[in-house]
């Protein structure tokens, strides 16, 4: 089978687009092409895809990248089973050549609320983009076969869509204990999810010697805050680093934070870093957001500390340090959890067989895997496998002092 992946909006190395779907898609003995951003975020193509370049749609910069990636869906989609789409835009600008192709629309996450909440989105624009989304949406559902990345996000639709989770790898063997010595992050960084307030912790924390160390690209609006805290010393900041090395980054260290605010998109998403954390044996700390919970408290791997409250987090972070009994059993209990509940290869499974059923090469889908089994411990939360196919060579990165190139927006 051969598929075509585009996005204009992610990053090419994307963990859902890239190390999820095209890696199992791969391994599942299909060819990709891969229409994406790689010069503008300076990324070298994996060997075992078809690369396409095309520019990247940034803010209010859009027109340019999607007319690039119209001219190349018009040139690969004659040969392409199915074409895979990423962002709501090329929903609406799809050349006529792809539409006798089956077209996939990967839905990430509810535009509508994240476009909202972006600070380069006029303020007497954003009432009118709701209706505007959701009629795109209307649109992309009778011409396109959907894909969702939650449960939440079929109250959006009116037809019964497949869920392809957005889970992780899961090593067969137990990650070490956690230190006593690092809280980090690893995500995209802006104000509604908590970048200003992991500052204002490491801040907090910087006395004990405790180092809080932030991996991912950033808004615009937080990088000034950023910089000026990684200058004096108080975090490492790294910038964008593969989601596979990020993850080697983080493992070993005593709290993974999810400081999520109290936003629309963030109360129907299952927050991936959450699953990412346990994966790797890190004890989580998160906000209340319900998917978090829901996720965190039947585990019994992690603490939950108020909306917007740095001090609780920097709380937080010092009682895992100072109760090595606690932080180890929540690592534990995170990584037994995950290695049960969301191990990618499960998942991936069925999405390569959705899409070739859709494309005529098979005739049965994979069921669902099981979500929600029974818990594995008792709830210990309280208020207040790496793959080796297509390694990315090299050493981890060191932090960045320099300034960061332009944030990834994900809607």
Not at 168 to 173: A, G
Request: glycine share 6%; hydrophobic share 40%; proline share 12%.
């Amino acid at each position: 089978m051969r598929i075509c992946v585009c996005t204009v909006v992610h990053h090419p190395e994307d963990a859902r687009i890239l190390h999820r779907q095209i890696r199992a898609l791969l391994d599942a003995g299909h060819e990709v092409t891969y229409i994406a951003p790689f010069r503008a975020c300076n990324v070298t193509p994996w060997r075992d895809v078809s690369p396409v370049d095309v520019p990247r749609a940034t803010g209010r910069r859009r027109v340019a990248a999607l007319r690039a990636a119209r001219r190349a869906l018009a040139e690969h989609a004659g040969y392409a089973d199915v074409i895979l789409l990423h962002d709501p835009e090329l929903v609406v600008s799809l050349p006529r050549e792809a539409l006798d192709r089956t077209v996939v629309w990967d839905v990430h996450e509810d535009t509508a609320a994240a476009l909202t909440a972006k600070e380069w989105v006029p303020g007497p624009v954003r009432p009118l983009l709701r209706p505007a989304v959701r009629r795109l949406e209307r649109r992309g559902e009778r011409r396109l076969k959907l894909l969702l990345a939650e449960e939440g996000y079929r109250a959006r639709f009116r037809g019964d869509h497949p869920v392809v989770p957005n889970t992780t790898y899961v090593s067969d063997l137990p990650p070490g204990p956690p230190d006593d010595r690092r809280a980090v992050y690893v995500g995209n960084l802006s104000a509604a999810r908590g970048a200003l307030d992991m500052i204002e912790m490491a801040r907090l924390l910087a006395p004990d010697g405790i180092t809080v160390e932030l991996i991912g690209s950033a808004d615009p609006d937080v990088r000034p805050a950023l910089r000026d805290a990684q200058r004096t010393g108080v975090l490492r900041w790294y910038g964008f680093v593969p989601n596979d090395r990020a993850l080697r980054i983080a493992e070993g260290a005593m709290a993974g934070l999810a400081l999520l605010h109290d936003e629309p998109n963030y109360r129907h998403s299952m927050p991936t870093k959450v699953v990412e954390y346990m994966s790797r044996g890190v004890p989580v700390i998160t906000t209340p957001n319900p998917p978090a919970v829901d996720i965190v408290e039947p585990a019994g791997c992690g603490l939950v500390v108020p909306f917007g409250d740095p001090a609780a987090a920097a709380d937080a972070v010092r009682r895992l340090r100072d109760d090595p009994e606690l932080r180890n059993r929540l690592g534990e209990r995170g990584y037994a959890a995950a290695r049960a509940r969301f191990h990618w290869p499960v998942h991936a499974e069925r999405f390569v067989a959705q899409l070739e059923a859709w494309a005529g090469r098979s005739t049965a889908v994979v069921p669902d895997p099981a979500l929600s089994p029974e818990p594995l411990a008792e709830p210990l939360t309280e208020s207040l496998p790496e793959p080796p196919a297509r390694p990315l060579a090299g050493p981890l990165p060191e932090p960045m002092p320099e300034p960061m190139p332009e944030a990834v927006p994900d809607y």
